[in-house]
């Protein structure tokens, strides 16, 4: 079936440290969405990338979308406490009628 | 604006009982629904979708079932719980079909069955 891998599964980085999680799907992907889930909380809507090779800024946060568009990461820049949670890539499945998410890339950030 | 509502945020029920999770969206119309489900392992897996009233697609056979009685409203539920059936479950909607533009999601209701 469908699957999209992301890597690493779990991070644990001192504050002031970057961070990078990846996506890869088996597929050419029409697009590509990134989520953020804090400890407890629902899954929230980041960024959709959708063209080759696109990057996208938010703040201390960098999405780029492979030339290919079968890879995605999240880096973030000078990690913060607030940066802590489980950050989700998601792609369309073969029958774009819904998302398929990666297992998700687990982030601690110690002070 | 738009809103999803779901409730309850938690709920603890014997194994055998029945389940009734419901979900609401305001503000919009004709919205695309998603039920999914969050074990303990952290992924997120598709339950059920449903792109119009009544209409209903199941991803994962199981003892759950999904029902859209309204435009805006989309029920999750269960005749008999199993021990299997606890995690998070999260209700989301799209705009767009499949998501494309992301899922807002609602802010989940936690089940534990014992």
């Known amino acids: 079936g469908q699957q999209v891998m992301q890597i690493p599964q779990y991070q644990h980085v001192q504050e002031g440290e970057d961070f990078t999680t990846y996506c890869n799907s088996s597929t050419t992907l029409s697009n590509i969405q990134w989520y953020k889930q804090r400890p407890g909380g629902h899954p929230v809507f980041l960024i959709q990338l959708v063209k080759s090779g696109e990057v996208k800024k938010q703040k201390r946060l960098t999405f780029q979308f492979g030339e290919a568009k079968k890879n995605s990461s999240l880096h973030i820049t000078a990690t913060q406490t607030t940066d802590v949670g489980t950050y989700f890539c998601a792609e369309p499945n073969s029958g774009y009628s819904t998302l398929t998410f990666g297992k998700g890339t687990m982030l601690l950030v110690s002070p | 604006s738009q809103t999803i509502h779901q409730w309850p945020a938690t709920l603890v029920q014997p194994v055998g009982s029945p389940l009734s999770l419901e979900c609401t969206v305001e503000g919009t119309s004709n919205p695309n629904l998603y039920w999914y489900r969050q074990a303990a392992g952290r992924g997120l897996q598709l339950l059920f979708y449903?792109?119009?009233?009544?209409?209903i697609s199941s991803e994962v056979p199981q003892n759950l079932s999904a029902s859209r009685p309204q435009d805006r409203q989309f029920i999750l539920s269960s005749k008999k719980l199993l021990l299997s059936d606890s995690g998070f479950y999260l209700c989301?909607?799209?705009?767009?079909?499949?998501?494309?533009?992301?899922?807002?999601f609602g802010s989940g209701t936690r089940l534990t069955v014992v």
């Open positions: 449903s792109v119009g009233i009544g209409q």
């Open positions: 989301a909607w799209s705009v767009r079909r499949g998501g494309a533009g992301g899922y807002t």
